[in-house]
């Protein structure tokens, strides 16, 4: 059992960046890909991005590719969202996911096994 634990959310005005962070713990973190997904009022739960286990690969949502990066760190269990020129649009709670897909390459939230607690992020124009 993977157990997440995001840090790092907050308020900011369009604009501006934040970073996400999300900590693995009680499994072995190389046996996921890993993923971010957020969730607006009223809204579905949506992808914004997602890494292979070796990091090699990255996959990104139309709406995040060219602000948002996505990076792993296998020696400390971590893997966090860079998040730049930020809208008012992407303010929503986001979740970090772990998915058995070794290749990150899944965007569907029921292919995730694995989820934290999320963390709100607002972004004011």
């Known amino acids: 059992q993977l157990q997440l634990v995001e840090s790092g959310g907050g308020s900011v005005q369009a604009g501006g960046s934040l970073r996400l962070s999300c900590a693995a713990s009680?499994?072995?973190?190389?046996?996921?890909?890993m993923g971010w997904f957020r969730q607006a009022p009223g809204k579905e739960r949506e992808f914004v991005a997602s890494i292979q286990w070796s990091g090699q690969n990255t996959f990104y949502a139309d709406s995040t590719k060219g602000r948002f990066g996505i990076s792993r760190d296998n020696a400390k269990n971590t893997v966090d969202l860079e998040m730049n020129s930020l809208k008012p649009e992407d303010t929503a709670v986001y979740y970090c996911a772990g998915t058995r897909f070794l290749s990150g390459r899944t965007y569907k939230p029921s292919e995730y096994d694995y989820w934290g607690q999320g963390a709100q992020v607002t972004v004011s124009s």
């Open positions: 009680g499994g072995t973190f190389t046996n996921y890909g």
